[in-house]
């Protein structure tokens, strides 16, 4: 398909600074590689731009879902299913609940090491950006995706794109 990206985005509203900024005390405290973080991330499909919102999982314009965007680097996304395919997959997760509390896990895991969240099919009820769109691309076959989903951060997933995908563009 030549129209599937996986996005991540750079803002700077309060949310996004509060994520940018645990995400800094986690690359010190974990000696990571250190670089501006990203604060969330989508899947573009056919010009819908689709991932998590306060009211869960939805397709939106990319207008309505990066007007407040900084910095947007997009990855191509490489599947073998066609576009029916692919639009059942997306639409399986529509309307999933977001997860408010894993931002609060993930403050917890900062300075214990510790995941205290839910885990593995109990943590699909509830998605958070770097979730859904690593569970959309685990179904649409896009191997090696990252491992426990639900306990990685936007700064992981984006090491482990630049490390098994396609830089396309940065804007």
């Known amino acids: 398909m030549d129209n599937l990206y ?30 501006k973080p990203v604060n969330h991330t989508d899947i573009l499909y056919n010009d819908e731009v689709w991932g998590t919102t306060a009211k869960g999982f939805l397709p939106r ?8 965007a900084k910095q947007l680097i997009f990855f191509k996304l490489e599947t073998d299913k066609n576009d029916e395919e692919i639009l059942e997959i997306l ?4 309307y999933r ?13 900062l300075f214990t090491s510790k995941w205290p969240g839910k885990t593995g099919k ?3 009820a509830r998605l958070y950006c770097i979730e ?24 992981e997933s984006l090491t482990w794109a630049l490390h098994n995908l396609k830089l396309t563009e940065i804007r």
């Open 132 to 155: 859904a769109v690593h569970m959309v691309m685990d179904e649409l076959g896009i191997e090696p995706s990252l491992e426990n989903a639900w306990d990685n951060d936007p700064e």
């Open 91 to 94: 639409n399986r997760y529509k």
């Open 6 to 35: 996986l996005v991540y985005m750079r803002s700077s509203n309060f949310t996004a600074r509060c994520i940018q900024f645990f995400m800094r005390l986690y690359a010190l405290r974990f000696n990571r590689i250190w670089r």
């Open 122 to 124: 109990d943590a699909e």
């Open 97 to 109: 609940p977001y997860d408010f509390k894993n931002f609060w896990d993930f403050i917890v895991k």
């Open 61 to 68: 314009t990319q207008e309505e879902a990066w007007h407040k």
